[in-house]
């Protein structure tokens, strides 16, 4: 049915051009994470393919930037995927019961970005570790990234770096390969060695920190924050030994929302916070103006979000505002992208190198 096509195809311009062939469908739509123009990145947007000769259905997307993608047919209002591409992204824990699958579409740089596999450096290691959450009554999972020359008897920084709505504790390392990353800086001297914790932050049902009514929002976010600071900070501290004089803490739309919160409720157990892709939280906008002070003592305050990320613009864009408002000192970054894994590891990248000029 599909001899003799590929799909996707990486263009020079790295743009993305996708194909299917099918007869019989009177409607081939594309969606997940990639733009079709104009430039702007809407949330599980459909974009129509057109018909061609042979019933090859084609859309091609926009240049983007280097990066992992996501994406998945729509054929007659039924999802699927690509038959022509064998890589296929892994389904987070909240998002199994729904079955949403989605093939990877990988854009390469010039040259090899800190994301990709480098054969001929050292590595640290993964490893993945289970708890009992007395607050939450579950076992929760924790993924850490161990530096390569790790060793126990030795104090290390330790990075809390948390998942978005729709991932896992797993999802910072097989969607955003932050393990790559670390082992890339480190090597080429733009890191110091440090752990990074990766917790599950899901607290309630699926999205329910960001789409739940107001009232029951800040509860599932004031029990994040007892989650954190109760169970997720002790047992990080007692399985390794880090630098109480060094903790830093980051996430990604949801959980940068809960780093807001986490910051703001106690600023002086951190040197550093980056906020990727998100805004603030309740919380954590009532408190930023009676904190300025504590939060201008932050050795690092990271802000970023994607040009084209229609999900969390106004969120971000608020958050800003305030901090402005407020004279806190921020770093600002942005980029040609929406709100997708891209733009995270290049906020991650970004972050990390910023943070060894401080630590």
């Known amino acids: 049915m599909n001899e003799n096509l590929t799909s996707p195809i990486v263009n020079k311009d790295r743009s993305v051009t996708f194909n299917l062939k ?3 469908a009177k409607t081939v739509e594309v969606s997940g994470d990639f733009v079709f123009g104009p430039e702007r990145h809407v949330l599980d947007a459909r974009t129509s ?17 280097p990066g992992t993608y996501g994406y998945m047919y729509v054929v007659d209002g039924l999802r699927t995927l690509d038959p022509l591409n064998p890589l296929i992204r892994r389904v987070a824990e909240p998002f199994r019961p729904l079955g949403l699958r989605m093939n990877i579409a990988r854009i390469e740089g010039d040259e090899p970005m800190p994301w990709d596999v480098f054969s001929d450096i050292p590595h640290g290691r993964v490893v993945i570790e289970k708890f009992y959450s007395e607050t939450l009554r579950q076992v929760k999972g924790c993924t850490f990234y161990l530096p390569p020359n790790y060793k126990p008897a030795e104090e290390y920084p330790v990075l809390y770096l948390l998942h978005g709505g729709g991932n896992d ?49 800040r509860r599932l976010a004031e029990l994040h924050e007892d989650y954190f600071f109760r169970e997720i900070m002790p047992f990080v501290e007692s399985r390794y030994r880090v630098s109480k004089d060094a903790r830093i803490v980051a996430g990604l739309s949801m959980g940068g929302m809960q780093t807001s919160a986490i910051v703001t409720a106690h600023p002086e157990n951190f040197v550093a916070a980056g906020i990727f892709s998100s805004g603030a939280s309740d919380q954590a906008r009532e408190r930023i103006p009676s904190i300025k002070d504590r939060l201008n003592g932050l050795k690092l305050l990271y802000v970023s979000c994607g040009n084209w990320d229609t999900l969390v613009e106004e969120r971000n864009r608020a958050l800003c505002s ?10 600002y970054m942005s980029a040609d992208a929406g709100h997708v894994s891209a733009f995270w ?15």
């Open 169 to 217: 504790y797993l999802s910072w390392v097989f969607d955003e390969a932050t393990d790559n990353i670390m082992d890339c800086l480190i090597y080429k001297g733009k890191a110091r060695e440090m752990i990074v914790a990766m917790p599950d932050g899901q607290v309630g049902a699926f999205g329910a920190l960001i789409r739940a009514p107001p009232a029951e929002r």
């Open 322 to 331: 305030q901090l402005d408002e407020y004279g806190i000192r921020f770093v």
């Open 345 to 359: 590891q290049r906020s991650l990248v970004d972050y990390v190198s910023r943070l060894s000029q401080i630590l």
């Open 22 to 24: 099918n007869e019989y």
């Open 49 to 65: 393919m057109k018909k061609g000769l042979g019933s090859v259905w084609t859309l091609t997307s926009v240049p983007m930037l």
